[in-house]
């Protein structure tokens, strides 16, 4: 019997219960913080900090993370000219016949807009490809299009699109999955080993990060192996649901292959596919997100992956094959016929089926009140909630001066959504305590601006640690075991340097992972990756 006291320090239960000062666990279980334990148990000095049910990201990436360290850093590049010096210098170092890499800045071209021409300068033989950050674009070089035989005459995919010249011929850019798979099916797909070693980097990270559950938000079926590989082989130091993504294209016949092959993982070590993803629509950053109304600067109203009609049905079918559902949904309209295709299945949901809206980034005034009747839960991203670059840059000027409200956490919990937080990374860090400061104060690391962005929509201190450990507890469909320090519970912690409720809000994201457990059992020490701290990186 395996026997852990915590002590010395501040114990926070869940949001709804006093403190504790101890806390026993026994064999990966809270037990009551007075039972008798052996002479040999190991204890754990708290040393003065705080100690939390375990962080969950309720939407990440960590595949693409892992796959994108294997090529040049790029996000901090902040002109075309230095992404071009470091991916020739890869291009140098590397024999791969496809050289594929990410996540670079659209900010620093305006519009978003990237030419092959200019990472020719970098590579002119082999295809490169480069994701933005939003992982919705790609830039790609003269040789990647010319090897997926892209020209004038290529006909636009029918949910992507193939940035142009006046004359037809492709710039570049492409934009969406369609159009960006008319390249990357070309390409050699990473070995499974790769994808192991990527899996368990990438999993340490989330763990330096306290976090013990993520629901990785992309899978294709293609993925499987490598993550089957890893869980088996306990490499993966979180716990991992896969949401398969449902494919327009290929519905409804896909659904057969999804739940065949979830079935194919039962049984896998801390490893489930309980869940279907659907890209309801793309980002406002290229047009592609849905809305009620044109954008402020484009004739259009985005690109909807799916009508809400195919929606409902498609997600009425995932509930009764026994799938929880995960809408990516950025624009108004998206969002409305997430919310709608919830109402669909709104016994469902009562019964305690989960449905995770992702994202979203606008919402209509009038859908709020829709969420009081239903079970669902906002998975927000709160890193995004501040007028940063991308902001001011790209997105407001899409937007126009009448749309401005995004992020509408306060409004959304106060109509009766679930909140939950994830950090859709590689997109932004996956530093909790940077999203749980950003979601409190709606400010920036310099504490701009002042007063927060759209202040009305923060949330308490307390609110936003329950969006980061419930919260993602009870949309993974796991509240009766993680998510809370409760007796019975699943022995999932974090242990924080110091307690951030005690500390002036702008400086929550100063404090420390100290350790993270999970089912009891330590996967992160302060001293175990570089530096002796979790990393602040991408």
């Known amino acids: 019997m395996a026997v852990v006291v915590f002590t010395n320090g501040a114990i926070r239960v869940d949001g709804s219960t006093t403190d504790v000062d101890r806390l026993v666990v026994v064999d990966g279980v809270v037990v009551s913080g007075g039972s008798p334990v052996p002479a040999d148990a190991e204890v754990v000095d708290l040393e003065g900090g705080l100690l939390l049910p375990a962080f969950g990201d309720g939407h990440a990436h960590p595949l693409l993370a892992g796959r994108e360290r294997r090529g ?13 010096q470091r991916v020739r210098a890869w291009a140098a170092d590397s024999d791969d016949t496809w050289l594929i890499g990410g996540s670079y800045d659209a900010t620093i071209v305006e519009g978003g807009m990237f030419d092959a021409l200019w990472l020719d300068e970098a ?8 994701h933005a950050w939003d992982y919705h674009t790609v830039w790609a070089n003269t040789a990647a299009l010319r090897a997926a ?9 029918a949910l992507g699109r193939i940035v142009r010249r006046p004359d037809g011929s492709p710039l570049g850019t492409l934009v969406e999955r369609p159009a960006i798979d008319l390249v990357l099916d070309r390409a050699p797909r990473p070995s499974v080993e790769a994808d192991v070693e990527a899996l ?5 990270r989330l763990a330096a990060h306290g976090i013990a559950w993520v629901q990785e938000a992309w899978t294709e079926l293609d993925d499987l192996p490598a993550w089957v590989s890893a869980a088996e082989s306990a490499r993966l130091a979180v716990d991992v649901d896969l949401a398969l993504r449902a494919d327009p294209v290929r519905w409804p016949a896909q659904l057969d292959d999804l739940r065949r092959a979830a079935d194919g993982i039962a049984g896998v070590p801390g490893l489930t596919a309980r869940t279907v993803k659907f890209f309801v629509d793309g980002i406002l950053e290229n ?11 484009a004739r259009t109203r985005g690109l909807p992956n799916w009508h809400p009609d195919q929606l409902g049905e498609a997600v009425a079918a995932c509930d009764a094959a026994g799938f929880d559902v995960h809408l990516h949904a950025i624009g108004d309209a998206a969002v409305r016929a997430a919310i709608g295709a919830a109402e669909g299945i709104r016994e469902s949901l009562r019964r305690g089926r989960r449905l995770t809206i992702a994202h979203a980034q ?5 859908d709020l009140p829709r969420l009081a009747e239903l079970e669902v839960t906002f998975c927000f991203q709160p890193q995004w909630a501040v007028p940063d670059a991308v902001m001011t840059e790209l997105t407001l000027p899409r937007l126009g001066p009448l749309r401005e409200r ?7 919990r106060t109509a009766g959504a679930h909140l939950s937080f994830g950090s859709d990374w590689p997109v932004t860090s996956p530093d909790v305590l940077l999203g749980i400061r950003t979601a409190v104060t709606r400010q920036d690391e310099a504490g701009q601006p002042a007063g927060g962005w759209q202040p009305e929509e923060r949330l308490t201190l307390d609110e936003a640690l329950d969006a980061a450990t419930s919260g993602v507890a009870w949309q993974a469909g ?3 075991h993680r998510g809370a320090l409760r007796p019975g519970m699943v022995a999932d912690l974090v242990w924080l340097d110091r307690d951030i409720r005690r500390e002036p809000v702008a400086r929550i994201a100063d404090a420390r992972i100290r350790g993270t457990w999970r089912r009891g059992i330590r996967t992160f020490t302060a001293s175990a990756l570089a530096g002796a701290t979790p990393p602040r990186s991408f």
Do not use: F, K, N
């Open 72 to 84: 040049p850093e790029l996000r901090d590049a902040t002109s075309v000219a230095e992404i071009v």
């Open 123 to 130: 590579e002119s033989e082999r295809p490169v490809v480069l």
């Open 149 to 157: 035989g892209l020209d004038a005459e290529t006909p636009e995919p």
């Open 200 to 204: 368990a980097w990438a999993t340490e």
């Open 287 to 297: 047009h592609t997100a849905h809305l009620l109304d044109c954008y402020h600067d």
């Open 362 to 366: 606008i919402v209509d005034p009038a």
């Open 406 to 412: 995004q992020y509408r956490m306060r409004a959304a």
């Open 478 to 480: 796991d509240d009766a």
